[in-house]
Structures are given as structure tokens and as C-alpha cells.
């Protein structure tokens, strides 16, 4: 969601050097996203350990930095750039942080706005008339070239799963996971599941209760693999996840489920993808785990797999989804 922003930062600084600091497991992603000129890495390691720590420091130092724009809310991300002597810091106030902000932006200004709009109205000081409303955009202008797995059949329509979240108030119900498999089968499509190393068991579990065969890839990728991959999907059938908003990103018409999360600060802004969400009294919760006890999860139980069936099926017949 942050690729709006390095796009408006570039429009508004066609000349400057724009290095992405990111985190190692996350970079990869930057890698698809046109006007950044380098990618700075660091680990979780580094942040912990204080060795580390002070040897990213000097090399944040060594690029002589005139600006930085702090996208996470978190302390130790405006520590880290406040150590680094940096002279411009802009970043949203919040969690004691203010006093190491150069520029601080009031955080209530940013949570009624989608998170690509928080990100780009952080640039607020260098241009009045910013572009909002944009949507994420990956560049894949190398996935042609990109070797497919053993299992993909490559005369079939792929629709891309991922049926699991970090977050267990985001997991669509493995069961309904499984009835909608089962109902779209056909000799034409072929099922491609996506997913980390730490979802492999959930994976195990959903394939043991098909009685359809489809291409398991979950933990069998590195993150940039993955992004080719779903690439090459015709359809990307997903939990609010990371692979969600990749998919859209790359241009690949996504349907994303949603319970906890708010589609009004992270959902799929593109045209070709939809957000479904039941709309049920507790959601959006913004929660990680449910806390619904009444009724648990019922954000995500009304969206059973026959309203999904008849989505996907009107995206079929149409080769969009519906208004």
C-alpha cells in the first residue's frame, strides 16, 4: 500500500535520489516498484541486538540523508532515524515519538483516510494538490521470463488461493475454503495455493478434505517467486493478507474476504478487484483475534461459499466482478 506514495514522491521530486528502507522478509516487493533508485535492508535481528543496531545506524549515516518519511506509526522506526542524525524527519505523532519528529502530523489526520492516502498526505509540506485515490501498482515487466513450477499446467485458468492470515479474526473458514474448491472444479481451472513456511499445516489440512487436486505451492516459494506466480493468475481468491494486496497490485482481478479489517484504510482500491465483507453489526473490529463470544467470527461465517460461488462465477461469465 505504500507504492501511491514513492509514486507521488517521485512525481514531486523527478530529480531527487529515493532510497526504500525496508525490512529484509519485505523488500523483494520494492523490487516491482518504478523511481526507487536503491533499497536499504535490515533485519528483525538488527533492531534487537545493539551491535547491530549501531552498525545500521552508521549505515543510514553514510548516505547523508536529507529527508526521511517515517510510514510506520512506531517508536523505533523515528528512533532509528532520530539516532541516525537525519536533519528532516515527517511522521505521524503517536506512541511518545513526537519529540523525535522534525515535522510532526497529527495521527487523527490520517486514521479517517485509507492507508495509500496516510502515506501520501505525509508529503503535505512539499505539494497542497496531492494525487489521493491511487492504487497500489507493481511492475512485472520481467514475470514472462519466470520459470513455472513442476504442476502448473500452463493451458489452464489459474485462480490463485490463500486461505490464511497472520491474524486468526481474517481466516475465511477452512470448510468453506473447501466446499468452494470442490464447486468451481472443472477441467479448464487449476487451483494454485500460495502461502509461507508457517502455513503449511492449515494447508495440509484444507487439501485433506478435498476431493479436488490442485498445485500446492504454500512454503515452497521465496516472497519474489510468489509474486511472479500470483502474477501469471487469472483470478486471486484470498483472506486480508499480504498476497491480497499483492495480487491486486499486479494487475490481477482479486476477491478478498473481510471480517476484522476496515476496506475504508486497507481494502482493494483497483477497479478490477472487490472487497466482500458481510457487513455484520461487530465489523469491522480491527482486531487480530475475535472478541465476539456470542457469535465468534460471525463477520467472516456470513459469507458462505455460495455467495462467493455466484462472485466468482459472475466474474466467469463476465471477466469482471460485479458493481
Not at 49 to 71: G, H, T
Not at 125 to 142: H, I, K, M, R, V
Not at 250 to 255: D, K, Q, Y
Not at 295 to 311: F, G
Amino acid at each position: 500500500m505504500a507504492t501511491p506514495m514513492v509514486r507521488e514522491t517521485r512525481r514531486i521530486f523527478p530529480e531527487s535520489h529515493l532510497t526504500v528502507f525496508a525490512r529484509d522478509w519485505v523488500s523483494p516487493v520494492y523490487r516491482y516498484v518504478d523511481g526507487i533508485d536503491k533499497i536499504m535492508t535490515f533485519s528483525r535481528a538488527q533492531r534487537k541486538d545493539y551491535s547491530a543496531r549501531q552498525k545500521l545506524i552508521e549505515r543510514i549515516q553514510d548516505q547523508n540523508f536529507d529527508v526521511v518519511l517515517l510510514l510506520p506509526d512506531s517508536f523505533s522506526t523515528a528512533w532509528l532515524m532520530y539516532r541516525s542524525g537525519i536533519s528532516r524527519r515527517i511522521g505521524y505523532t503517536g506512541q511518545f515519538r513526537s519529540w523525535m519528529l522534525t515535522d510532526q502530523i497529527p495521527l487523527k489526520s490520517g486514521r479517517s483516510l485509507h492507508r495509500s492516502d496516510k502515506y501520501i498526505n505525509m508529503l503535505q509540506s512539499f505539494e497542497p494538490d496531492l494525487n489521493f485515490g491511487q492504487s497500489p501498482q507493481l511492475e512485472l515487466t520481467n514475470s514472462e521470463d519466470f520459470s513455472v513450477p513442476k504442476g502448473w499446467q500452463v493451458d489452464k485458468f489459474h485462480i490463485g488461493i490463500n486461505p490464511f492470515s497472520v491474524a486468526t479474526s481474517r481466516r475465511w473458514p477452512q470448510r468453506y475454503w473447501q466446499t468452494l474448491i470442490d464447486s468451481l472444479a472443472d477441467d479448464f481451472v487449476q487451483f494454485v495455493m500460495f502461502g509461507g513456511p508457517n502455513d503449511t499445516e492449515a494447508a495440509a489440512q484444507i487439501v485433506d478434505g478435498l476431493k479436488t487436486q490442485i498445485l500446492v505451492l504454500t512454503g515452497k516459494t521465496s516472497l519474489e517467486e510468489s509474486i511472479q506466480l500470483i502474477s501469471k493468475c487469472d483470478l486471486f481468491i484470498s483472506n486480508d493478507s499480504g498476497p491480497m494486496h499483492i495480487a491486486d497490485a499486479a494487475g490481477v482481478p482479486t476477491l478478498g474476504f473481510w471480517g476484522a479489517g476496515d476496506t475504508s484504510e486497507t481494502g482493494l482500491r483497483s477497479r478490477i478487484s472487490k472487497n466482500l465483507n458481510a457487513d455484520v453489526y461487530c465489523s469491522p473490529c480491527r482486531k487480530n483475534q475475535c472478541i465476539n463470544k456470542k457469535e465468534p467470527l460471525i463477520c467472516l461465517h456470513s459469507l458462505p461459499p455460495e455467495m462467493v460461488l455466484a462472485e466468482v462465477q459472475y466474474f466467469l461469465d463476465h471477466q469482471e466482478f460485479r458493481g
